[in-house]
């Protein structure tokens, strides 16, 4: 079993654990299981019951219906999505979109991983759009990190403007600062050299920007 499924299951069985639909699901009643055929999980369980449904199946049919039916808690969505997007399939992209730029970390880890393996085209300006929002920089670690990740063209100018943006005196997020130093540091793109340059008398960001200059062409 893949690592990160490995840790995305252990950490949601705790959540499955609590029982009925937590209060991210959509609508409080259970979803019709007959719509699901008899391979399928079957909605009307919940708990762990459901947690083991939706770990066994090999129905794609059936996760990506979890994605778009009322009454699924947030933990089995997650587990849809997760497993939707390892697998290629782009069903799974916006729901995964939604979890790379949730408050919980753990949710942001392993949705930039199956983004990494969807291969999907409108993942870079959808990760992009995430990283250089300014209502949601707090959250914007993991999209910066995918984007170093997928290498495409949207990444540079994105790191670029939102590390030029957080080197304003006074800002707080210099967690987000420092992981867009280190993605364009990984990139070597000569475009970063100016932001990364503005970024050494920061005195958490210095050390980093100058090892980030060093991978640069020419230096």
Do not use: K
Request: net charge negative.
């Amino acid at each position: 079993m893949d690592e990160e499924l490995r840790s995305l299951l252990d950490r949601l069985r705790d959540e499955a654990a609590a029982g009925p639909p937590d209060p991210a699901a959509d609508h409080p009643t259970a979803p019709d299981p007959a719509a699901y055929g008899p391979a399928a999980p079957d909605l009307a369980v919940y708990g762990l019951a459901a947690y083991d449904l939706l770990v066994a199946t090999d129905d794609h049919e059936a996760l990506a219906r979890v994605l778009v039916e009322p009454g699924r808690p947030l933990w089995a969505r997650e587990i849809a999505a997760f497993r939707l997007g390892c697998a290629g399939d782009r069903r799974a992209f916006e729901a995964l979109v939604l979890l790379l730029n949730h408050r919980d970390p753990e949710r942001c880890v392993s949705a930039a991983h199956a983004l990494a393996r969807l291969n999907d085209p409108r993942t870079p300006r959808a990760a992009a759009a995430l990283a250089t929002n300014t209502l949601r920089t707090a959250y914007a670690v993991h999209p910066v990190r995918l984007l170093t990740t997928l290498r495409a063209p949207e990444a540079v100018p994105a790191l670029v403007a939102t590390l030029q943006r957080l080197l304003a005196p006074g800002d707080p997020h210099w967690h987000v600062a420092l992981a867009c130093v280190e993605g364009l540091g990984h990139l070597g793109d000569p475009r970063a050299r100016p932001v990364l340059t503005a970024a050494l008398p920061h005195p958490r960001l210095g050390r980093a920007a100058e090892e980030a200059l060093g991978r640069l062409p020419g230096e």
